[in-house]
């Protein structure tokens, strides 16, 4: 328990947001905010993309910074299940959109078969590289690089296999 909540606490108090400014932007109650700040209680899922968005109306950068700690902690802790999700995630979404593995290769200004690899799980995105996914999709389609990450998140089922 408690890797958004760390990596909320760290930017919080980086951008001196208040966690009752988070609270009203995300509208909802403070005491929401306070137990994934002093992990009494995770947030997961869509929970997730709200504090991101609620973050970006506040700050950009901080939005970023989370989504960041977020995933760099989620990949130093997770499984094999768990780091195999970009790849479904990321076929999923490609499939979704019609967007080519060559399409999303271009806009992150790497090679076809690096995304190849993800989107057939041989290969496991790091951290920085799930952001870079998420910026390359964006380019192309802001819904797509959105839906990426919710699937990215879910934990729902991680637990199935």
Do not use: C
């Not at 137990?35 to 506040?58: C, F, H, M, S």
């Not at 499939?95 to 090679?111: F, R, V």
């Not at 390359?136 to 819904?143: A, K």
């Amino acid at each position: 328990m408690g890797k958004a909540g760390k990596a909320l606490k760290q930017v919080l108090k980086r951008y001196g947001i208040t966690q009752n400014r988070l609270a009203v932007v995300m509208q909802v109650g403070r005491s929401n905010v306070h137990r994934w700040v002093y992990e009494v209680a995770d947030p997961v899922g869509d929970a997730i993309l709200e504090i991101r968005k609620g973050l970006n109306t506040i700050n950009p950068a901080a939005a970023e910074e989370f989504i960041g700690l977020y995933l760099d902690e989620s990949f130093a802790s997770g499984t094999i299940e768990t780091m195999r999700k970009a790849g479904k995630s990321l076929r999923q979404v490609l499939e979704a959109y019609g967007i080519s593995q060559n399409k999303l290769a271009i806009a992150m200004g790497i090679g076809r078969s690096t995304i190849h690899h993800w989107v057939n799980e041989s290969r496991d995105p790091g951290g920085d590289a799930i952001l870079e996914i998420r910026k390359g999709l964006h380019q192309i389609n802001p819904t797509a690089a959105e839906e990426f990450i919710r699937l990215y998140l879910d934990e729902s089922d991680e637990n199935e296999n």
